[in-house]
């Protein structure tokens, strides 16, 4: 009798197991993406993007080449390269009008002449032609109304702002909800943010040179200021993708630590595109007996595109760098996940 109760017992072992197995798996299913993340070991509990391990960089790099084909970057960098080019001319215009308030507008075509170790050499005349389109028009235009006419000029340039609002909802994986009002105020204020970074660049770039040659500074000094005008736009390039990152999107605004590494692996990538594509233009590339005389606008099309292509690319960094943490990227006080406004800080990205 013993002898044949032993499959019998044998076979309830068996099933009390596999019951047990699926009650376990179940309740792993159960669980919190945060006790789903593990205990750390890929920067699954950093409160700061520093604090993630070198597994976790790796997984949040992969899945940042992934986003690049999933997200559709290339084409979303196209669309606001195209509708950049369309915003080209009123936003000389506004630049102009501003720079008009201090300096001689008639001065800007000269000074972006002494752009050209940043911007591909046609690209740089059509933008030369455009300023001096703009600026033949009599001071007294530039400077009546001047209020009117700049409100004119950054509401027609928004719709590369726009265009960039659009793409990096799709980055973040977020809908648009905000409405009319907050929307376009928002895409205004960011506009208008850019026109002043135009023109504070191209005082570092084209005005500093000329007025420290007046100053008593030796050429020790005129070199190192002559040097130092780089990290400053460099490091203002950061500042402005950093603040563009945190609002330009529809979500809670992440706090600025994770906003700030993506800003500047954009800033590094645009400053060495941009190099290697006026070498690339000047060395290599035929576009004017290709596109004859619409070369000027394809290589201006294309270093849109290589800086629209950066930005995004940028945003896809910070966006994996929140999902690679369970603790609340967004701005204080921490919420739990699923409250907190925005699909990266809401989701935990699984171990690949």
């Avoid at 001047?146 to 960039?164: C, E, P, R």
């Avoid at 603790?327 to 699984?350: C, F, I, S």
């Amino acid at each position: 009798m013993a002898t044949n109760d032993k499959p019998m017992l044998g076979a309830v072992i068996a099933t009390a197991l596999a019951l047990y197995a699926i009650g376990a798996d179940r309740r792993q299913r159960r669980l919190a993406p945060a006790q789903q993340a593990g205990n750390g070991a890929y920067g699954r509990h950093a409160e700061e993007p520093h604090q993630i391990t070198a597994a976790g960089w790796w997984d949040i790099l992969k899945r940042v080449f992934a986003d690049i084909s999933s997200d559709n970057v290339s084409l979303l960098a196209a669309g606001i390269a195209f509708y950049a080019l369309l915003s080209l001319t009123p936003a000389f215009t506004a630049l102009v009008a501003l720079y008009g308030l201090v300096f001689d507008p008639s001065q800007v075509q000269g000074q972006v002449a002494a752009m050209e170790s940043m911007v591909p050499d046609e690209a740089r005349k059509l933008i030369a032609d455009q300023l001096t389109t703009i600026t033949q028009g009599s001071p007294s235009k530039l400077g009546i109304g001047l209020i009117i006419s700049l409100t004119i000029a950054i509401w027609s340039a928004k719709s590369a702002t726009t265009a960039l609002m659009s793409a990096l909802n799709v980055v973040y994986a977020e809908e648009e909800k905000r409405n009319v009002l907050t929307y376009y105020a928002e895409a205004l204020g960011l506009t208008f943010g850019l026109v002043l970074f135009a023109i504070v660049s191209l005082v570092l770039v084209a005005v500093i040179p000329a007025v420290v040659g007046l100053l008593p500074l030796g050429e020790f000094g005129q070199t190192v200021v002559a040097w130092l005008r780089w990290p400053v736009l460099i490091l203002l390039s950061t500042i402005g993708l950093a603040v563009i990152y945190r609002y330009a999107a529809c979500r809670k605004e992440p706090r600025w630590e994770w906003v700030s590494w993506g800003a500047v692996a954009a800033t590094l990538l645009w400053i060495a595109g941009s190099a290697l594509f006026s070498i690339y233009v000047g060395q290599f590339a035929s576009y004017n007996k290709t596109y004859g005389s619409l070369g000027a606008v394809v290589v201006l099309l294309m270093w849109f595109w290589l800086s629209s292509f950066a930005v995004l690319l940028g945003g896809e960094l910070n966006a994996e760098m929140e999902r690679q943490t369970v603790r609340d990227t967004t701005d204080r006080p921490a919420k739990p996940l699923g409250q907190r406004g925005a699909y990266a800080a809401d989701t935990v990205a699984p171990h690949d």
